[in-house]
């Protein structure tokens, strides 16, 4: 349950840096910190299966902290919350909140009227929520519903890379929206493509084994076995942004080579992955006439340096709430991406899609 009304109750009364600072023996107040970080997924700092909230600011709080203010620009070694801190926790919370909640029916009435208006930093909601997903391919952020320093960036780069704008605004205007349904439209993606071809599911799974890890590994994403429920979306906009980078770097057709793949798949081909139920997806690059393996795994190589640069993605899968790409040694002629590193708020099943209708349905 995201409740930050401990930090808001020390942050009023002028106590949260010596409160929540390492070595304070205020315990109560520490674990209420160390719930809401692992709330806003930072679990993994926390070696949150290890020790869970204990009410030491020691260490892993310490490297959560930091991480948490990194990711909304602020910089800090981690050792305090300071009231920089305290504020972007509770804006983070309510945000969440506020996003999770179903929108009403005259938020849905009205979201074909948000095309007139704009979204900047400071908002939050469900608009911001989508906007985040739309652009997970340019920078990338959490999609956390707080338009923050991370989305501006989004919104900087789109701006940039596809709108040629010499002076990005950050703010998403009436021209910026018009020239992300131009973007969505270009880059059109075949669900029948994406569909696993086992043959027997229909497609996206059977929805099994939510909960469920592989024997004897740690219970975290990587050995969740759950057949989620389709494709996740912030991949599915990561692929276009792929497709699109892809053109202006490489002189050679961007092909997706593989989606869905569910435990029938699995058994089939003597696989134990989990990743390509609904968490990631492939491409690659058409070799051109004459070309080799080796001129597809330096083109693969290449390609990466550009994701991790224009994506914000992530080689491997150290950091949190970070889209990742397989090392070469995994994928050399391929180019994998996923969302495994994101924890349970950010794979929430709304975020998961089965058609292009349903990945574009969200009116801005």
């Known amino acids: 349950m995201l ?21 304070s023996q205020k315990k109560h107040e520490i674990k209420a910190l160390q719930h809401l970080l ?4 930072f679990g993994s700092q926390l070696q949150w299966e290890a020790y869970g909230a204990d009410g030491d600011y020691g260490g892993c709080t310490t490297r959560a902290v930091q991480a948490f203010a990194r990711q909304k620009g602020i910089e800090t ?36 009227k948000l095309g007139a208006a704009t979204l900047e930093k400071g908002d939050k909601g469900p608009e911001v929520v989508e906007l985040q997903i739309r652009l997970a391919g340019f920078r990338g952020t959490v999609w956390d519903g707080d338009y923050g320093p991370g989305t501006e960036l989004q919104v900087r780069t789109f701006q940039r890379d ?22 969505t439209k270009k880059y059109p993606l075949n669900f029948n493509k994406l569909k696993c071809s086992c043959g027997e599911c229909g497609g996206f799974g059977q929805g099994r084994f939510a909960n469920e890890y592989r024997e004897g590994e740690p219970k975290i994403e990587a050995y969740h076995n759950r057949e989620y429920p389709g494709i996740h979306k912030a991949i599915l906009h ?28 699995n058994n089939q081909r ?9 968490k990631a997806l492939d491409c ?9 393996k080796r001129d597809d795994m330096n083109r693969c190589d290449r390609f990466r340096g550009v994701l991790v640069e224009k994506g ?32 349970r708020r950010y794979l929430d099943d709304r975020f998961f899609v089965k058609s292009a209708m349903e990945l574009d349905a969200f009116e801005f």
């Not at 305090?80 to 506020?98: C, G, N, R």
């Not at 003597?270 to 609904?278: A, D, F, L, Q, V």
């Not at 690659?284 to 080799?292: H, I, R």
């Open 38 to 41: 692992h709330e806003l997924g």
């Open 77 to 112: 070694n981690g050792t305090k919350v300071t009231p920089k801190i305290a504020d972007a926790l509770i804006k983070t919370a309510e945000a969440l909140k506020q996003a999770q909640e179903p929108p009403s029916q005259d938020k849905l009435t009205n979201q074909v």
């Open 238 to 265: 990561s692929l276009r942004a792929a497709w699109f980078y892809g053109e202006q770097t490489e002189e050679t057709p961007f092909l997706i080579t593989c989606g869905y793949r569910c435990w029938i798949n």
């Open 312 to 343: 914000n993605f992530q080689i491997g899968w150290r950091a949190s709430n970070r889209k990742a790409l397989e090392p070469s040694r995994i994928a050399p002629t391929w180019i994998h991406m996923d969302v495994r590193q994101f924890s």
């Open 284 to 292: 690659d690059f058409k070799l051109k006439p004459g070309e080799e």
């Open 162 to 183: 596809v709108m040629g704008m010499e002076e990005p605004t950050g703010i998403t205007d009436t021209r910026t929206l018009k020239a992300l349904k131009r973007f």
């Open 270 to 278: 003597g696989r134990r992955s989990t990743n390509h139920m609904g």
């Open 3 to 23: 409740d930050a009304s401990v930090i808001k109750k020390l942050k009023k009364s002028g106590m949260v840096e010596t409160v929540l600072a390492k070595g």
